[in-house]
């Protein structure tokens, strides 16, 4: 094959400079996506969004949101980690910004899907046929990208942020590539490329395909064959090739403890389930019906289960490699829609989910464009009618599919609707609704264990149920074992065990073993190292050691108020510690100014230990003003005023509600009778 010739690096006439039609395009997309997203900002979060973002710890602080935890979603991804951390400093867990984020995110890599697409259409492979209408093509590609309902899981599902975050870095890196190309000086835009690159990097390895798609696109539509792209843009490619080199390190420094071979599921099962996984994408991109959360973990082991799909990847992949080796446009579609698909559904295992749909967020793109031409290619002008209608229609669907996202108990009902043989999802709606209706809730638990006997969070779930009921520990330590010898991976079972050891008397050693399994899979869980200090304070050579876990659970999370608590008691009866109990209890305060047992105990501290009378004071008369009833405070502040004679009438009124509450105190009678007769 005799390859065409390279096109001048020089952008075509006019799509530099911004007319108000661009602007127009701008205006039109932001308020469909804002009709579309509209009724979307009020849904709570769900599922992985617990772990990952609402608990997670690490967002509570810049710097440690640059080191997501191996057990979170975020593992690995530092850059989505910190925009979590971000909505965290000016939210906290209001969910509300966490959404207009994700809207945010989702409608600027809409922007810019349309300045690529317009930049496409003008280039000298494409503009003899769409170079006339390039922007409204453009506008109408990205609209239709922008308000199908398929892509409702990685706007609405705030985790999957991951991947519109990726998508939008994924999408500038090929925009600053394609300017780099067409400019005099590439230079500065291969940097950009870089630069975005390497930080949808931090978003999702999936960019780890940019380059090779890049190099693609450039064979094809600017360099007009490979040898000449590798030419005359090898700077940029190498500038790209740094994004392999972190997510290599990613990958060998991260455990994603559910993806890769090695977990019981060999990669020809997989490569089998992932023939299902794409057809049912593509199936999607054109009718999107119906929309599931979760599909579960089934994994295909027989051909003949998935045969037709298999033949439908054959000759998808084949088409696509022949249109890659004719230099075809369509061949980069198809290129586009499989490759970035291909590390989560092609042979490597990734168990947790097999089949979801936010991953086809970037990959719809190619779906949509190749409609969105044929269409053109066919009807001319009508088409643009046609592609009006069916943005509509996809609108309307997705403020549909949104109202799903209300609630998570109506969310998970739809998916237990939609996907009656997923034990996970039963798991989960019985979670939902736990709080309101905990029959059901029981029977769903039971239903996910009878679909999938190996399942080991529903026995954790119902565990947890049983736990709270006295009589049913028994039952409960039961369901907690079954879950750790099905899974002894899973930290919250070892957690769920100890604090039920905890509350039972003389199994503080059980407890303690168990919050250290817990810590032996979840080195970075806070609160886990404070109930351990909790256990280890209660044995008797545990004082010590307990600590040293109230500190590192401090070290990994300094904004927990009871820990700094606890710590301020125990070292508290150290003789020599008690100036650093001092500060612990003034950091709780600090972090929770209402806290009434700090300002009790500190006041005790201050008053009988470090001898500061007027601190102590203080302290007992914020106690009282938020518990007048705590008999206690008011005794000590009695006692503590009756000493100086000017507040002995102060003392007096104490002593007098205390024996109001309690008639029989004898201390209060005592001490009240004694300054009643010093006022004579």
Not at 43 to 70: E, R
Not at 201 to 223: H, N, Q, R, V
Not at 249 to 262: C, K, P, S, T
Not at 640 to 667: C, M, V
Request: charged share 15%; hydrophobic share 45%.
């Amino acid at each position: 094959m005799t390859a065409p010739p390279s096109t001048p690096e020089s952008s075509p006439p006019g799509v530099n400079s911004i007319r108000w039609s661009d602007w127009l395009a701008v205006g039109a997309l932001l308020l469909a996506i804002i009709a579309a997203y509209h009724n979307s900002i009020y849904g709570p979060f769900t599922f992985d969004d617990f772990g990952s973002v609402q608990y997670n710890q690490k967002l509570h602080q810049f710097t440690s949101a640059l080191f997501p935890s191996n057990h979170s979603g975020l593992a690995g991804r530092p850059v989505a980690s910190l925009t979590f951390a971000l909505n965290h400093a000016l939210d906290g867990e209001n969910v509300e910004g966490y959404h207009v984020i994700n809207v945010a995110i989702h409608l600027a890599a809409a922007l810019v899907l349309m300045a690529v697409l317009r930049r496409s259409l003008l280039l000298p492979r494409l503009a003899s046929r769409f170079g006339a209408g390039a922007q409204t093509l453009a506008f109408a590609i990205a609209l239709l990208w922008a308000l199908h309902p398929l892509q409702t899981e990685s706007v609405n599902y705030i985790i999957q942020r991951t991947e519109s975050l990726m998508g939008l870095c994924y999408l500038l890196t090929l925009y600053g590539f394609i300017r780099g190309a067409q400019a005099g000086q590439a230079g500065g835009w291969w940097v950009f490329a870089s630069v975005t690159c390497l930080l949808g990097a931090g978003s999702k390895e999936i960019i780890a395909t940019a380059p090779l798609l890049i190099f693609l696109y450039d064979g094809i539509l600017l360099s007009g064959s490979w040898r000449a792209a590798w030419r005359e843009h090898r700077a940029g490619y190498l500038g790209l090739a740094l994004t392999w080199l972190v997510i290599a390190g990613q990958v060998f420094l991260i455990d994603r403890g559910n993806v890769g071979a090695g977990y019981g599921v060999s990669r020809f099962d997989y490569a089998l389930t992932s023939c299902r996984s794409l057809m049912l994408y593509l199936k999607l991109s054109l009718w999107p019906h119906p929309l599931i959360l979760d599909y579960g973990i089934g994994i295909v082991h027989h051909l003949r289960e998935v045969w037709p799909q298999a033949l439908g990847v054959i000759a998808l992949t084949g088409a696509t490699l022949c249109g890659l080796w004719r230099r075809s446009p369509l061949g980069l579609a198809g290129a586009w829609f499989l490759f970035i698909l291909a590390p989560v559904s092609s042979v490597i295992p990734v168990l947790g989910q097999p089949t979801a749909e936010h991953r086809v967020y970037l990959s719809l793109a190619a779906v949509i464009t190749v409609v969105v031409l044929a269409l053109h290619a066919l009807l001319g002008r009508l088409s643009l009618v046609i592609c009006g209608l069916l943005a509509l229609g996809c609108g309307w669907l997705t403020v549909h599919r949104n109202e799903d996202y209300r609630t998570t108990a109506v969310l998970w009902a739809d998916t237990v609707a939609k996907c009656p043989l997923n034990a996970r999802a039963h798991l989960n709606h019985g979670s939902a609704i736990s709080a309101t209706n905990t029959r059901d809730a029981v029977a769903e638990y039971r239903k996910a264990i009878a679909l999938d006997p190996d399942y080991a969070e529903p026995h954790l779930a119902l565990g947890m149920y049983c736990a709270r009921d006295p009589a049913q520990h028994s039952l409960a330590i039961a369901e907690y074992q079954a879950a750790v010898r099905i899974r002894p991976t899973l930290a919250g079972t070892h957690v769920a065990l100890g604090n039920l050891y905890f509350k039972q008397p003389g199994q503080f050693p059980r407890a303690v073993a168990e919050y250290r399994a817990a810590l032996r899979l979840d080195p970075d869980a806070a609160e886990v190292h404070h109930n351990l200090a909790n256990a280890l304070k209660r044995l008797p050579a545990g004082h010590d050691e307990a600590i040293r876990e109230y500190q590192t659970a401090l070290r990994l999370n300094p904004n927990l108020p009871e820990v700094h608590f606890e710590l301020a008691n125990t070292l508290a009866d150290e003789p020599g510690q008690f100036a650093e109990a001092a500060q612990e209890f003034e950091a709780a305060l600090r972090l929770k100014p209402d806290y009434l047992l700090c300002h009790y105990n500190y006041a005790l501290l201050l008053a009988h230990t470090l001898g500061h009378t007027a601190d102590a004071i203080a302290h007992y008369e914020a106690a009282i003003r938020q518990q007048t009833t705590l008999v206690p405070a008011r005794y000590n502040l009695g006692r503590i005023l009756s000493r100086d004679r000017s507040r002995i009438r102060e003392a007096i009124a104490h002593f007098e509600a205390i024996l109001k509450l309690e008639p029989d105190h004898t201390g209060a009678q005592r001490l009240l009778e004694k300054a009643r007769a010093s006022l004579k």
